[in-house]
């Protein structure tokens, strides 16, 4: 079973940084996009960034020039490094990735979407 497993929320105040980690770990045959979500109460789950496999990224305009979403292929890793935070990012970010994965027969032919259990960031003075 493929599982993300997220790290690095927390508390900081506004204008500080922090920087997100979601592993992947299971039965991986191939990694292919991993993102960023982010939602708040009685919202809808917005993306956040997302990086291709091939290391393309895509980000929401209210943080474009202030995140940065990389990732380790090798590791199967995602980051997600938030700077000159404001209150308005505090919510719960979650983690998702696109993960072809072995079976008891050998390799599924297709992806499957995977979500990490979330992780809380309070931006607040």
């Known amino acids: 079973q493929v599982q993300l497993v997220e790290s690095g929320g927390g508390s900081v105040q506004p204008g500080g940084s922090l920087r997100l980690s979601c592993a992947a770990s299971?039965?991986?045959?191939?990694?292919?996009?991993m993102g960023w979500y982010r939602q708040a109460p009685g919202k809808q789950r917005e993306l956040v960034a997302v990086i291709r496999s091939a290391g393309r990224t895509n980000y929401t305009d209210s943080v474009k020039g202030r995140f940065t979403i990389s990732r380790d292929n090798t590791k199967n890793t995602v980051y997600l490094q938030m700077n000159r935070l404001i209150p308005e990012d505090t919510t719960v970010y979650y983690c998702?990735?696109?993960?072809?994965?072995?079976?008891?027969?050998?390799?599924?032919?297709?992806?499957?979407?995977?979500w990490g259990q979330g992780t809380q960031v309070t931006v607040s003075s």
């Open positions: 998702n990735a696109d993960i072809s994965e072995y079976d008891g027969s050998g390799p599924k032919g297709y992806a499957s979407e995977y």
């Open positions: 299971g039965r991986i045959v191939s990694v292919y996009a």
